[in-house]
DNA sequence: TGACAAACGCAACTCAGTTGCGTTACGATG
DNA sequence: CATCGTAACGCAACTGAGTTGCGTTTGTCA
């Protein structure tokens, strides 16, 4: 938890306060390198916290996403995941099987190239893109 | 709905009555060509038509996806979006702003070694791939 | 035309996420 | 340390997408 110090100072930009389950909620995110969704996040918090409320939870997720401490992503089912936006940007594994979710590193030079020209036929201005790969992990094939 | 014939035989082997509901869904499917929710094809289908249960929607669409004439995309949203699977391989532009959906043709052929590359470490056997893109349309930016 | 399975409508349900509102507590200020 | 404004909280009720069970209707084929 040594890169919360930065982390703090931001809250504190906003006028977000340093609460105990805020704290806690940061701290998840320290632990886990793959994307939690916000029942995995109420899990955990009650498991090694007190009990907190699942308003509590959205609530404070779309804070740190508007403030840029998270970022969210969609892996295939329902349901909104949410990683650290600091880690470097990353793609995606997810094991139709077993559900495990694994980060990839992509060279996305020739991508972002590629879909540049194919937007602007369109007037497209692309902000963001989402890209996951879906198949059977290693434990699974 | 001039492919319909070929798909009234996929049907027929699939032992899959004829309905006028289920004709008329396929029929929607070929009037649009970018993907559609079950919410937009209810709609379209009781105001074209008679009124149609959201049930026999979701079931329609469940069906026709597990004998392949129909896929599934996901953009963005918590709803699950369907278009014709017969349709060449594409990705989709999604406008932040007015939310309308274009197509989009990629060589992928770069992005695919890259992929297979970065999978082989994980030893992930990689089925399908989700690529979709986000940010202002023609006439939002 | 009758029988059988596929398809249907309806109501009740699940699950993720949201909203309104009254209460609690953080932290700045004196 | 006491006070006070606002951020944060819990609770209950709600929304919207999708699902399930069950009894009824309808398409197909003999
Ligand atoms: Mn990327
Ligand atoms: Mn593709
Ligand atoms: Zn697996
Ligand atoms: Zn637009």
Redesign the pocket.
């Known amino acids: 938890m040594e890169h919360s110090e930065e982390i703090f100072t931001i809250l504190?930009v906003h006028?977000?306060?340093?609460?105990?389950?805020?704290k806690a909620l940061i701290g998840i995110f320290f632990l886990h390198e793959t994307p939690l969704?916000?029942?995995d996040i109420l899990r955990e918090l009650c498991e090694v916290h007190r009990?907190?409320?699942?308003?509590?939870v959205?609530?404070?997720l779309?804070?740190l996403q508007k403030i840029g401490i998270i970022g969210t992503v969609r892996l295939g089912d329902?349901?909104?995941y949410y990683e650290l936006a600091a880690r470097e940007h990353h793609h995606h594994l997810v094991c139709l099987k077993c559900e495990k979710v694994e980060n990839i590193m992509l060279d996305e030079k020739k991508l972002k190239e590629e879909a540049k020209r194919a937007a602007a036929v369109k007037n497209f201005l692309t902000l963001r893109h989402s890209l996951e790969f879906f198949g059977l992990c290693k434990m699974c094939n």
């Open positions: 504190k006028h977000l306060r340093l609460t105990k389950t805020r969704s916000a029942r009990a907190v409320n699942k308003t509590t959205y609530r404070e779309e804070r329902r349901k909104q």
